[in-house]
């Protein structure tokens, strides 16, 4: 207690040099968080858009659409493998996908047609929640088509406008209709901006005179499960309705993406270190200036019979004091950015839309905030200050009063 | 398509002359014919200021096969238009071709649709040609550099002519060997060959006879490399060279029609 009480004494005794230490630790923790924070948000971001909207965790075709998809590489019974996957209680959803030309007025451009039944498909992607603009598909407004950004501005039309397609139906005929533009998504990655029309399945159907199967069955994890494992789970329940068809998980299918997630986290976690280490030096520098000018009055509380120990505690004290005092500080000027980069966030649009290999980054960037965005930065605070504090509070505990007196 | 039935299809007087005179020429000395001569005829066998056609195409696939009846008029070599005429589902289908523009016009929508560049690899129509055959006029006199590969020993048999597209040639294709009846130098069979000289697809023509007032290959047919169960055959049942078109025949309004 005396302790306490002497080394909160000793803080106040230079003022100054205590606000720049406890100044500079604030700041360092400050920044800590809000990068955390922010890288937080972007890989969640990117992560959610990449899975939660377009890929989902598995994929399943049938054999060979991979390869070379055609509208004729079906799964022959989609109805019994989502039933299958139902069993499991994997989410799965099943689409249609076929190749067609776009074309509003004189601009025309190649599309990729999704067909899919909104309710089931609500429960595995999220994308009808992407929306810029517009309403999501409505099985009652089989006409209406929700599509790409990029490929709107490329026909020039928006939400309400009609969209021709044309393309081969499975009879040989020619499939062309014409829908009404329902809604215009957000940007999601390169492909589904660029060349994705999302329509009913029925209408995708009777555009293809297409009466069966499905091109792509999405599925994904449940709660707590490993990739490996649900992938298994996926591959048995399957195993009776479509025994031909293969299981891929989103890092089987974009495994150059699965990569860049892997070593954007170590490439977060490298900055983070190159961070902490320079606010370590910091501080470090700021601790061994308290100690080093106090030396003199080390030495003569060792004169006067302070035993080494109790210099150490008085040191760590200090230190623990200013790093509580920064703790505190640091924690209350978060609160108001955090606040700001959560709801607010900052508009990366004026760039122009960032895509980092093809999945875009949301036009608002905005962090996440968890208990390991603050308890993360805070231990390592505490950490550093510890490591930083314990050299020269030995030395300091462990100086002769001689030496100390004649210390410059 | 109907440009490069023109383009391929070989016959007419010209065709007819260059015969006798490769014949004159053959019994004075057993030379080559002069393949400027015959590369020109081959490329004017089918061409005229106008021409009207009325044509069946057939189109089997893996999957499916079916049969198109086509009204096609044309006018030089830049300008066609192609309006399907049965069956029922599709009639009033259109294409008109303009230079290097292509428009499709479907009547069940009642809209035109213009084919972008991104478009032109793709099937006319389900067929084997593609929406580039529409519109590539290259002629082997003027866009190819021709040599014989191949003689008849004995004056029957084929001739066998090697045309590479020369370098700024508008041309996709790496190498064409067009084949010649030696009895009357009608060209009966092209293969198209891509850049890594592969065969891409042969062209066949057939039951040569009277056509529009020239002999003529009055059925022609597509075989792509790759899956020689497909095919496209087109066969004309009527052809007529030079015929009066009302203008505006090739616009867009006409198109809708």
Known sequence: MKILRMAWRNLWRNGRRTLVTVGAMTLALWAMVLYTSLMQGMLGSMESTLLDVELGDFQIHADGYRERPSIWERIEDPDAVLEALDKTGLRSTARLLGGALVASGEASTGALLKGLRPDRDAQVSDVYQRLDRGEWLDPADASGVVLGYRLARTLGIDVGDELIALSQATDGSMANDLFRVRGVLQSLSEETDRATVFLVEDQFRSFFALEDGAHQVIVRSGEGQTLDAAGEMAQEAIAASAPEAEVKSWRDLLPGLANMFDSAQAAVQVVAFVVYVVIAIMILNAMLMAVFERIREFGVLKAIGVSPRRVLALILTEGALQAALAIAIGLVASLPTLWFVTTRGIDVGQLGGTAIMGVSMDRIWTGAVSPATIAGPVFILLFIVGLAILFPAFKAARISPIEAIHHQ | ?257
């Open chain 2, 1 to 257: 398509m109907l440009s490069r039935v023109n383009r391929l299809s070989v016959g007419t007087g010209t065709a007819l002359a260059v015969a006798s005179l490769l014949s004159a020429a053959a019994a004075a000395q057993p030379a080559d014919p002069p393949l400027d001569v015959l590369m020109r005829a081959t490329d004017d066998a089918m061409r005229g200021d106008s021409s009207e056609s009325r044509i069946t195409m057939r189109i089997k696939t893996e999957r499916w096969q079916r049969e198109l009846r086509l009204h096609v008029v044309s006018e030089g070599t830049e300008t066609a238009l192609v309006r399907i005429e049965a069956p029922a589902k599709e009639r009033g289908t259109a294409t008109l071709k303009v230079e290097q523009n292509i428009w499709n016009y479907l009547p069940k929508v009642d809209r035109t649709i213009k084919v972008p560049g991104s478009m032109m690899q793709a099937a006319w129509m389900g067929s084997h040609f593609t929406n580039d055959d529409l519109v590539h006029e290259s002629r082997y006199s003027e866009d190819f550099e021709c040599a014989y590969r191949e003689r008849p020993a004995d004056g029957s048999g084929h001739w066998l002519v090697r045309c590479i597209p020369l370098p700024d040639a508008p041309v996709v294709w790496g190498a064409i060997d067009a084949r010649f009846r030696a009895q009357d130098m009608l060209l009966d069979q092209a293969e198209y060959f891509d850049e890594r000289d592969r065969l891409v697809r042969t062209i066949r023509y057939e039951d040569f006879g009277p056509l529009g007032g020239r002999t003529l290959p009055r059925r022609m047919r597509v075989i792509p490399a790759d899956d020689a169960d497909e095919f496209t055959e087109i066969v004309y049942e009527e052809h007529a060279f030079n015929v009066d078109l009302p203008p505006g025949t090739f616009s867009l309004r006409s198109l809708r029609q």
